[in-house]
Protein backbone atom coordinates (compact mmCIF):
# COMPACT_ATOMS: atom_id res chain seq x y z
CA UNK A 1 0.00 0.00 0.00
CA UNK A 2 0.76 3.65 -0.14
CA UNK A 3 3.51 5.65 1.77
CA UNK A 4 0.64 7.91 3.37
CA UNK A 5 -1.04 7.44 6.58
CA UNK A 6 -4.12 5.00 6.18
CA UNK A 7 -7.09 6.85 6.28
CA UNK A 8 -8.40 4.16 9.19
CA UNK A 9 -5.71 5.26 10.98
CA UNK A 10 -6.43 8.91 10.67
CA UNK A 11 -9.98 8.38 11.53
CA UNK A 12 -9.27 6.52 14.59
CA UNK A 13 -5.65 7.74 15.94
CA UNK A 14 -7.13 10.95 17.59
CA UNK A 15 -9.64 9.01 19.84
CA UNK A 16 -6.55 7.15 21.54
CA UNK A 17 -6.17 8.38 25.06
CA UNK A 18 -2.68 9.35 25.98
CA UNK A 19 0.06 7.85 26.07
CA UNK A 20 2.73 5.85 24.77
CA UNK A 21 1.45 3.76 21.08
CA UNK A 22 2.97 0.85 19.34
CA UNK A 23 3.25 0.79 15.88
CA UNK A 24 3.85 -2.47 15.07
CA UNK A 25 5.51 -3.21 11.85
CA UNK A 26 5.73 0.56 11.29
CA UNK A 27 8.23 0.06 7.92
CA UNK A 28 9.15 3.56 7.15
CA UNK A 29 6.94 5.06 10.08
CA UNK A 30 4.12 7.08 8.33
CA UNK A 31 1.94 6.29 11.20
CA UNK A 32 4.60 6.54 13.53
CA UNK A 33 4.76 10.10 12.92
CA UNK A 34 1.12 10.98 12.53
CA UNK A 35 0.67 9.69 16.04
CA UNK A 36 3.73 12.04 17.35
CA UNK A 37 1.71 14.76 15.61
CA UNK A 38 -1.13 13.69 18.12
CA UNK A 39 0.80 13.82 21.00
CA UNK A 40 1.80 10.13 21.82
CA UNK A 41 5.40 8.85 22.59
CA UNK A 42 5.72 6.40 20.13
CA UNK A 43 7.49 2.55 20.05
CA UNK A 44 7.89 1.75 16.41
CA UNK A 45 8.82 -1.85 16.02
CA UNK A 46 10.41 -3.52 12.96
CA UNK A 47 12.57 -6.25 11.23
CA UNK A 48 13.96 -4.10 8.73
CA UNK A 49 17.17 -1.35 10.19
CA UNK A 50 16.54 0.63 7.21
CA UNK A 51 13.10 1.20 7.38
CA UNK A 52 13.52 2.18 10.63
CA UNK A 53 16.15 4.36 10.27
CA UNK A 54 13.28 6.53 8.23
CA UNK A 55 11.20 6.06 10.93
CA UNK A 56 13.40 7.63 13.81
CA UNK A 57 12.61 11.16 14.83
CA UNK A 58 11.36 13.12 17.87
CA UNK A 59 9.39 11.49 20.43
CA UNK A 60 9.81 8.22 18.29
CA UNK A 61 11.89 5.18 19.91
CA UNK A 62 12.52 2.56 17.12
CA UNK A 63 13.44 -1.15 18.08
CA UNK A 64 14.84 -3.89 15.61
CA UNK A 65 12.72 -7.00 16.29
CA UNK A 66 12.00 -9.87 14.87
CA UNK A 67 9.01 -11.44 15.77
CA UNK A 68 8.70 -13.88 13.74
CA UNK A 69 11.99 -15.61 14.24
CA UNK A 70 12.64 -18.81 16.14
CA UNK A 71 12.01 -18.61 19.68
CA UNK A 72 10.93 -14.57 19.37
CA UNK A 73 8.85 -13.75 22.18
CA UNK A 74 6.27 -11.11 22.88
CA UNK A 75 8.55 -8.00 24.49
CA UNK A 76 6.03 -5.80 25.70
CA UNK A 77 4.50 -5.93 29.19
CA UNK A 78 1.10 -6.44 29.85
CA UNK A 79 -1.14 -3.35 30.40
CA UNK A 80 1.67 -1.18 28.18
CA UNK A 81 0.14 0.97 25.43
CA UNK A 82 -2.34 3.35 25.01
CA UNK A 83 -3.07 2.49 21.65
CA UNK A 84 -1.73 -0.02 19.38
CA UNK A 85 -1.61 0.35 15.57
CA UNK A 86 -1.00 -2.33 12.90
CA UNK A 87 -1.75 -2.03 9.29
CA UNK A 88 -0.49 -4.57 6.25
CA UNK A 89 1.38 -7.15 8.87
CA UNK A 90 -0.23 -10.15 9.96
CA UNK A 91 1.34 -12.66 12.50
CA UNK A 92 -1.27 -15.01 13.87
CA UNK A 93 1.15 -16.26 16.91
CA UNK A 94 1.80 -12.67 18.64
CA UNK A 95 -1.71 -11.22 18.58
CA UNK A 96 -2.90 -12.78 22.02
CA UNK A 97 0.08 -11.26 23.75
CA UNK A 98 -0.29 -8.22 21.14
CA UNK A 99 -3.53 -7.33 22.88
CA UNK A 100 -2.42 -7.94 26.34
CA UNK A 101 -0.38 -5.37 25.83
CA UNK A 102 -3.54 -2.86 25.79
CA UNK A 103 -3.69 -0.50 28.59
CA UNK A 104 -7.25 -0.86 30.77
CA UNK A 105 -8.97 1.77 28.26
CA UNK A 106 -6.33 1.52 25.10
CA UNK A 107 -7.30 1.00 21.69
CA UNK A 108 -6.60 -1.23 18.54
CA UNK A 109 -6.10 -0.01 15.50
CA UNK A 110 -5.69 -2.88 13.25
CA UNK A 111 -5.54 -2.75 8.80
CA UNK A 112 -4.34 -5.68 6.73
CA UNK A 113 -5.44 -7.92 3.81
CA UNK A 114 -7.76 -10.47 3.87
CA UNK A 115 -8.81 -13.42 2.24
CA UNK A 116 -9.54 -12.86 -1.31
CA UNK A 117 -6.76 -10.72 -1.59
CA UNK A 118 -4.71 -12.92 -4.30
CA UNK A 119 -7.05 -11.74 -7.18
CA UNK A 120 -5.73 -7.74 -6.96
CA UNK A 121 -2.20 -9.74 -5.85
CA UNK A 122 0.47 -10.49 -3.50
CA UNK A 123 0.00 -11.18 -0.54
CA UNK A 124 -1.55 -14.58 -1.57
CA UNK A 125 -0.39 -16.60 0.86
CA UNK A 126 -3.46 -17.78 3.40
CA UNK A 127 -0.49 -17.42 6.09
CA UNK A 128 -0.87 -13.32 5.67
CA UNK A 129 -4.27 -12.93 4.68
CA UNK A 130 -7.38 -12.49 7.95
CA UNK A 131 -10.39 -14.92 7.31
CA UNK A 132 -13.35 -13.34 7.10
CA UNK A 133 -14.32 -11.55 10.47
CA UNK A 134 -11.58 -13.00 11.88
CA UNK A 135 -10.48 -9.73 13.42
CA UNK A 136 -14.08 -9.34 14.89
CA UNK A 137 -13.31 -12.94 16.12
CA UNK A 138 -10.19 -12.01 17.91
CA UNK A 139 -11.60 -8.86 19.84
CA UNK A 140 -14.43 -10.99 20.81
CA UNK A 141 -12.10 -13.69 22.19
CA UNK A 142 -10.21 -10.59 23.96
CA UNK A 143 -12.97 -8.84 25.52
CA UNK A 144 -12.41 -5.65 23.53
CA UNK A 145 -15.44 -3.61 22.10
CA UNK A 146 -15.73 -2.93 18.59
CA UNK A 147 -15.88 0.51 17.86
CA UNK A 148 -16.06 -0.21 13.79
CA UNK A 149 -15.26 -2.63 11.17
CA UNK A 150 -14.89 -3.03 7.90
CA UNK A 151 -14.15 -6.09 5.37
CA UNK A 152 -13.78 -5.46 1.41
CA UNK A 153 -11.93 -3.60 -1.23
CA UNK A 154 -10.09 -0.45 -0.88
CA UNK A 155 -8.36 1.74 -3.78
CA UNK A 156 -5.03 1.49 -2.12
CA UNK A 157 -3.44 4.50 -4.78
CA UNK A 158 -4.18 7.62 -6.07
CA UNK A 159 -5.96 8.16 -9.39
CA UNK A 160 -2.56 7.96 -11.77
CA UNK A 161 -1.63 4.69 -10.20
CA UNK A 162 -4.97 2.94 -9.57
CA UNK A 163 -4.68 -0.35 -7.12
CA UNK A 164 -7.06 -2.43 -5.17
CA UNK A 165 -6.81 -4.67 -2.41
CA UNK A 166 -8.79 -7.21 -0.27
CA UNK A 167 -8.95 -5.92 3.37
CA UNK A 168 -10.38 -6.12 6.82
CA UNK A 169 -10.27 -3.66 9.34
CA UNK A 170 -11.11 -3.21 13.09
CA UNK A 171 -11.08 -0.47 15.34
CA UNK A 172 -11.44 -1.95 19.58
CA UNK A 173 -11.27 -1.20 22.56
CA UNK A 174 -10.51 -2.36 26.29
CA UNK A 175 -13.46 -2.27 28.75
CA UNK A 176 -12.17 1.48 30.56
CA UNK A 177 -11.96 2.93 27.03
CA UNK A 178 -15.16 5.61 28.24
CA UNK A 179 -18.35 5.41 25.53
CA UNK A 180 -18.49 9.04 25.38
CA UNK A 181 -15.04 9.46 24.24
CA UNK A 182 -16.03 7.50 20.99
CA UNK A 183 -17.28 10.45 18.34
CA UNK A 184 -19.05 9.26 15.59
CA UNK A 185 -20.07 10.33 12.84
CA UNK A 186 -17.11 12.03 10.47
CA UNK A 187 -14.08 10.82 8.75
CA UNK A 188 -11.67 12.17 11.95
CA UNK A 189 -13.72 10.69 14.70
CA UNK A 190 -15.15 14.19 15.20
CA UNK A 191 -19.05 15.09 15.50
CA UNK A 192 -20.37 16.21 12.13
CA UNK A 193 -20.94 20.26 12.22
Not at 42 to 68: K, M
Not at 140 to 166: C, D, S, T, W, Y
Not at 168 to 187: H, N, Y
Request: net charge negative; hydrophobic share 45%; charged share 20%.
Amino acid sequence: MIDQVSPWVRRFAPLMPGGEVLDLACGRGRHARHLVGLGHAVIAVDRDPAALAEAAGPGIVTSDIDLEGEGAVWPFGPERFAGIVVTNYLHRPLLADMLGSLAPNGMLVYETFAEGNAAFGKPSNPDFLLKAGELLELAGQHGLRVIAFEEGVVNVRGKENPAQAMVQRICAVRPGFPREATLLGSPQGRPED
